[in-house]
């Protein structure tokens, strides 16, 4: 058990709709971070909160936003979802800021648009 | 963004033999990672390099920080069925934050018994 919780594991849901993936980082850490996982693509990286603040930011559409709460838990936004968002989604987090540091993954939130 | 090039694809292997794996890259990097992903969780660090020609284990893994600092490898001796899994490599470019770390596509172990 990495200490990072997702919810939900598995999310079903329409073209057009828009879902809310959440994440619990470890206690005590400050970053969050967020990652796509697809077949063809492998992991990419979204985005990075650090202590409340965006950090860096990877390939994230438009169409997808997130925050962090000041309880440091985070949420990704994705909205007029196609098929091709499918794919499984991943929080990380770390201590710091540097990306050097150990990661810690959650089990992710696979995510099916029909 | 960098690109990792890591190989193979995928290894099917028999228990007890050892594995090799690879990546390489067209840039430079300043650490290199290694994980490993278990059917339906998250990536797990298995392995960290900070300097060109370093040589870590972590037990039966052992890895490589290529001296050119393009390349790396992973070598698992006398694999078991628990090895089973996607192993990722992971590059950080000098002076890059979240933004600057890149991953492999993954190398999938399968050992047969």
């Known amino acids: 058990d990495s200490g990072v919780t997702q919810t939900p594991k598995h999310l079903i849901t329409a073209t057009g709709q828009r879902v809310t993936l959440r994440c619990s980082p470890r206690?005590?850490?400050?970053?969050v971070y967020w990652y796509q996982q697809s077949l063809d693509q492998g992991l990419q990286f979204l985005i990075q909160?650090?202590?409340?603040?965006?950090?860096a930011k990877g390939n994230i559409l438009e169409r997808f936003s997130a925050q962090q709460f000041p309880d440091l838990h985070s949420e990704l936004n994705l909205s007029s979802l196609e098929l091709g968002d499918s794919a499984l989604y991943f929080c990380?987090?770390?201590?710091?800021?540097?990306?050097?540091?150990?990661?810690?993954f959650g089990s992710g939130t696979q995510l099916s648009v029909l | 963004g960098q690109q990792l090039n890591q190989s193979p694809q995928s290894m099917f292997i028999q228990e007890g033999e050892d594995v090799s794996m690879n990546c390489t890259s067209s840039?430079?990097?300043?650490?290199w990672l290694w994980y490993k992903q278990d059917p339906g969780e998250g990536p797990v660090l298995l392995i960290a390099?900070?300097?060109?020609?370093e040589l870590t284990s972590n037990g039966r893994l052992t890895a490589q920080f290529g001296i050119t600092r393009k390349d790396s490898f992973l070598n698992i001796s006398a694999s078991i069925p628990s090895d089973v899994g996607i192993y990722f490599c992971a590059g950080q470019v000098v002076g890059g934050g979240a933004d600057g770390l890149t991953f492999g596509k993954g190398t999938h172990l399968i050992i047969q018994p």
């Open positions: 909160y650090y202590n409340g603040e965006e950090r």
């Open positions: 390099l900070y300097k060109a020609g």
């Open positions: 840039s430079i990097f300043n650490t």
């Open positions: 206690s005590g850490d400050l970053s």
């Open positions: 990380a987090s770390s201590v710091g800021q540097v990306t050097n540091e150990k990661l810690f």
